[in-house]
């Protein structure tokens, strides 16, 4: 079942601007990571950030997460219209034996769009 | 070049005519998925395997098949498709973590 819902569905800011895009899931995760499409194409993965991290930073991104809320934030910092994407988390979920079986559960997604 | 390929990536066909979709991968990767994607309901996971002759349903098994024959190899098996699988497929691999995506094959059941 779908376990990351993304927030905003859709997201317009201008060039230059910040964008920050949330994510909340309902089970214990051994780890969260973000992905971005471009219109049509396959996933391209952005950052992982493990269950005893909180936040993590790649270049622009930012991946915060905090496992008591069970939530995530992902922002990208001066944005540029090249990052006009679809933004998915996922989650990789404990199983009943304490581990992962290497089977993400994606999101719906946020439709960011950055205008020049 | 380390990389997830699908074939065919764009299919017309009619309500049905048993088709198969291809998946490899180059990375020896154990775990392999398919998803599907369609407007409005994001990534939903079809079938998954964590490994050779290993095979689980994701959360919309129906009206497919797959097999794990060999490592590198995942096909997607529609035995009898219906205009309700039309959709844009995804097959990736993963070592255990993030996971690589092939590039989507579009299909449209008449």
């Known amino acids: 079942s779908q376990q990351g819902e993304e927030d905003p569905q859709a997201l317009s800011i201008q060039e230059g601007e910040n964008a920050t895009m949330n994510c909340s899931y309902k089970?214990?995760?051994?780890?969260l990571q973000w992905y971005r499409q471009n219109s049509g194409r396959g996933l391209v993965h952005l950052i992982l950030?493990?269950?005893?991290?909180r936040e993590k930073h790649s270049g622009r991104l930012r991946v915060t997460l905090d496992t008591s809320k069970k939530s995530s934030s992902l922002l990208i910092t001066a944005s540029r219209a090249a990052d006009t994407a679809s933004y998915f988390c996922?989650?990789?979920?404990?199983?009943?034996?304490?581990?992962?079986?290497?089977?993400?559960?994606f999101g719906k997604g946020t439709k960011l769009s950055v205008k020049p | 070049e380390a990389q997830v390929t699908q074939n065919p990536r764009y299919l017309i066909t009619v309500t049905g005519k048993k088709l198969t979709v291809t998946c490899s991968q180059n990375?020896?990767?154990?775990?392999m998925s398919w998803y599907r994607q369609d407007p409005g309901l994001g990534l939903r996971q079809i079938y998954y395997?964590?490994?050779?002759?290993?095979?689980d349903k994701g959360d919309v098994p129906e009206g497919y098949k797959v097999s794990r024959k060999e490592k590198r190899n995942f096909p997607l098996i529609l035995e009898s498709p219906s205009p309700n699988q039309t959709s844009l497929y995804f097959c990736?691999?993963?070592?255990?973590?993030?996971?690589?995506f092939g590039p989507g094959t579009r299909l449209t059941v008449l």
């Open positions: 990736a691999s993963s070592p255990g973590t993030r996971q690589y």
């Open positions: 089970t214990s995760i051994n780890n």
């Open positions: 950030i493990r269950s005893n991290e």
């Open positions: 996922a989650t990789d979920p404990i199983y009943y034996y304490g581990g992962s079986q290497g089977n993400l559960i």
């Open positions: 990375m020896n990767h154990e775990y």
């Open positions: 395997s964590m490994n050779v002759e290993v095979t």
